[in-house]
């Protein structure tokens, strides 16, 4: 029992991230993409990694007005990554709908469905941006742990 | 760019990382960002409110006067009103900081006061807006002054007294 203290000061110094696209025109991924994958920004000084399964995240980046096609996808993916989860809403998009707003097939704000923590509004936000709420969902997530 | 090349740029320049969680990070001069809005200069045409693509520029009549709320976390930062706005009340700030917690999300907004008060020459209530450009042009600091203060129809009473002046 004693190992849990220690394991969690380990863990929680690199929080693996982990993006949802739910119907987003793509713009706020290539931002995402951009942030983690492009030395010029380079999330990792954070110890945040992309990771290829939701069951390895701890942070979840939402983009997308959440169309109503993609949402029991999306909730099916959203309820595999394991608890303690910080969601970040990246985007005007999942926030409030930005200019897809009271469209008929889509969901927005996806805060009725999915436990928002963090949000980082742009069309599309710029990398920065984006490391700022990731700095901010750690902190949460720390809190978390 | 061959490795030794490379070594050599990162000995001398240093990393092509932006220090930015650590230090300010570099903003374009003409970065387009939150929007701010100045209800002094504003005419109260309403026009941005017409061409925001998203619906996140809102005015409301109350008491107090024409009320403007442009709500950060809906706005696409297209430029529209800015660039359709007459008298450049409404523009946008290089500032990008916005990501924030979910507790704040419906406080995220650019708020702005347009007061109503007594027109000084009917005595009906009338917004205290600024004076369109093109009208007033010509006039001395004084009369816009007074021009400013008059309810709409009080305006074209004065602007044909002026002319037959």
Known sequence: MNMIPDFKSIATKSPWIYRINAGSCNGCDVEMATTAL???????????????????????????????????????????????????????????????????SVKAPIDQYFPVDVNVPGC???????????????EIWRERM | ?????????????????????????????????????????????????????AGAIRFTKTDKGLEFDCWHDSCVFCGNCEFHCPTNAIHQTQDWHLAHVQQDKYSMVAHGVIPSHECPSCGKPALFTAAPANKVKGFSEAEIAEFRALCPKCRGKYLRDRKSR
């Open chain 2, 1 to 53: 760019m061959n490795f030794l090349q490379l070594f050599a740029h990162n000995l001398t320049q240093g990393p092509f990382t932006d220090p930015f969680p650590f230090q300010p990070a570099p903003t374009a001069k003409r970065f387009r960002g939150k929007i701010e809005f100045d209800p002094e200069t504003c005419e109260g045409c309403r026009k941005c409110e017409k061409v925001c693509p």
């Open chain 1, 38 to 104: 492009i030395p010029r920004y380079d999330i990792e000084r954070l110890g945040c990694q992309y990771c290829g399964s939701p069951r390895h995240a701890d942070i979840v980046l939402i983009s997308g007005p959440l169309t109503t096609k993609v949402m029991q996808a999306a909730l099916v993916v959203f309820n595999e990554i394991p608890d303690p989860k910080v969601t970040v809403a990246v985007g005007v998009c999942p926030i409030s709908g930005g200019i897809f707003r009271e469209s008929y």
């Open chain 1, 124 to 138: 599309p936000p710029r990398p920065q941006a984006i490391i700022e709420g990731v700095a901010k969902a750690i």
